[in-house]
């Protein structure tokens, strides 16, 4: 009969994180040298030891937990590149994040994704032909510029010479006739950037809240090793004492 298989829990999934966090520098280097992969399966045997000495975890093998965090990595790789879709649809607008939160310790960095050549739904592609150009602007701001076509000008220009006429003089608001459109790039890189420092301003308090709970540990543990070896100087002092009033009872029943 096939064993049944066992979820992990949300504390489960958070706990583990914490461990990966306390060991990223080797578990997520990317070094291809032959020492690397021994030291990843060495911290993953650590891991999976301080995982599983919690009573109300699952015991899990270090292969099994390996598997586990590349999920978790995988699940957040398609929630960042739906919302960075999300942001580019909108040019940079409100973005509505999911409702489901299941990210106690933040693993963006890990995961952190590119979409290569996006383009926001404000964005106009010129047709062929068309003297269209785009440049840009001081502000990082795209500028849609388009200048007057020069060939249909000296081509006018020769046909009114040709007919002797005299050529009529047309409003123009100046010598180039130029549109600007600006588009919210930079705003929507503005905005992407602001939220990464915030991820990244979040990862650094829970890595300040990790150290701090870490160092009550050791100070909790200091002060229990303390205790037990005052406990074990107190009795050391009763067997002296109970061994020097043997002592004087033998002594005693000597002389009699």
Known sequence: MAQQRVYYTSEERTYLKELVLSHKNIIECKQTDKVTPAKKKKVWATIAEQF??????????????????????????NELREEKQQRMATGGGVY????????DVDITPFVDIEIKGAI????????????????????????????VDTEQGVENSQVNTTTNETPR???STGPLTERRTHYSRGTAIDKELNVRLERVAELRKQESELHQSRMRQEALKEKEAELKRDEAQVRLDIA???????????????KK
């Open 52 to 77: 599983n000495s919690v009573a109300e975890h699952t015991a899990r093998t270090p292969d099994q937990l390996k598997k586990c965090w590349e999920n978790i990595k995988n699940r957040k790789k």
């Open 120 to 147: 926001d739904s404000d964005t106009v592609v010129p047709g062929a032909g068309s003297t269209t150009e785009y440049i840009l602007g001081s502000d990082n701001v795209l500028i849609l510029q388009e200048a």
């Open 96 to 103: 509505n994040p999911p409702t489901k939160v299941d990210d």
């Open 169 to 171: 003089k047309t409003e």
């Open 240 to 254: 002296k004492l109970e061994l020097e009033e043997l002592k004087k009872i033998c002594h005693k029943q000597l």
